[in-house]
């Protein structure tokens, strides 16, 4: 008789299996955090950094493109594994896109239509001609082309004025000049004058346009150049311009041209509390300068009153600027 005994299983060698885990990385984890706080508070607050040896002025001008860095930051937080440091940049990324995504919508999505009626509607192109690449008459006649009613130039030499005014005379009957700037007209320009915004000397002008559906105030400006440690008078004359603005009778208003500051510039809060510039037609940030590769927008058209219906940018000329051109029903 033979008695069963219970076997046991045969080891067949090797190291009992332990549960896989995954490296983590805590410094990564923690200068992902960090320079998503830092990134979501240059976000928020660029306009309180000091303006010290430039950097104001570079922050406020490049803030917009700041997004970009949330790309390697979120590809750091996923090699760092950790949820933590994920949330910190979706924290970033939602307040980036909350201040700037809006006005990278296009505005052809929310336009309305332009009016058709005779003297309802208003297109006005402006550029800096750059008085040293000599093209002014052939950005004048390209913005002529686009049918522009209103044409504005800056930047202009002593000279540019009287050519320009004898190539557009057909055209554009009613113009004006003064300094560096120059306007120029379909419906006649009344109340013409200098606006000397503190430097002593002209680089904008402020008229009046007769329109059927009655007066339009409309500033040409010019102003003074901004680099980095250098903004004072740039800044006197928006800060002067945003002065004169409450002043105006007129229901309808336009100060354009060449500002020399990006919309997140904060030296035109004090004219953007009163003024507002539409989006881009197609969207995305509708950069002027450098004209070959623009990367920030000096160049604006603000109003009240109206309604844009297209806001666009152009070539014209050699100058180191794009034009703007933008459409407004009265």
Do not use: C
């Not at 052809?108 to 000599?134: C, D, F, K, M, R």
């Not at 057909?170 to 503190?198: D, E, M, R």
């Not at 004219?271 to 969207?283: F, K, V, Y």
């Amino acid at each position: 008789m033979s008695l069963l005994l219970p076997t046991r299983p045969i080891p067949t060698g090797g190291v009992p299996a332990s549960p896989v885990r995954t490296a983590r990385h805590p410094r990564l984890t923690a200068l992902t955090i960090v320079l998503s706080l830092v990134l979501a508070g240059l976000v928020l607050f660029h306009t309180a950094v000091p303006d010290i040896g430039g950097i104001g002025l570079l922050l406020d001008t490049s803030i917009p493109w700041f997004g970009l860095f949330i790309v390697p930051l979120a590809v750091m937080a996923l090699v760092a594994r950790r949820v933590s440091a994920l949330v910190f940049v979706l924290l970033a990324a939602v307040l980036w896109g909350a201040l700037f995504g809006p006005g990278l919508v296009p505005l052809q999505w929310s336009a309305p239509a332009a009016s058709t009626a005779v003297g309802t509607h208003l297109t006005v192109a402006s550029q800096n001609i750059e008085a040293s690449s000599g093209t002014g008459r052939q950005s004048a006649q390209t913005l002529a082309a686009t049918g522009a009613d209103v044409i504005a130039l800056e930047e202009m030499t002593s000279d540019d004025f009287d050519t320009i005014s004898a190539s557009l005379a057909s055209a554009y009957p009613y113009s004006y000049g003064v300094g560096t700037v120059g306007l120029w007209s379909k419906y006649p320009v009344v109340n013409a004058q200098p606006l000397n915004l503190g430097l002593g000397w002209n680089r904008a002008l402020a008229a009046d346009l007769q329109t059927p559906q009655g007066l339009v105030s409309i500033y040409v400006i010019h102003a003074a150049s901004a680099r980095p440690g250098d903004v004072s008078a740039r800044d006197s004359m928006l800060a002067a311009l945003a002065q004169t603005l409450p002043n105006d009778e007129n229901k309808r208003v336009i100060a354009v041209g060449d500002f020399n500051a990006a919309t997140t510039d904060r030296a035109m809060g004090g004219i953007e509390s009163q003024l507002s510039e539409a989006n881009q037609s197609e969207g995305m940030l509708g950069s002027t300068w450098p004209s070959n590769l623009p990367v920030t927008r000096l160049d604006h058209l603000l109003q009240r009153g109206m309604t844009v219906t297209s806001n666009t940018t152009l070539a014209a000329g050699g100058s180191d600027h794009r034009a703007i051109l933008t459409s407004l029903n009265l």
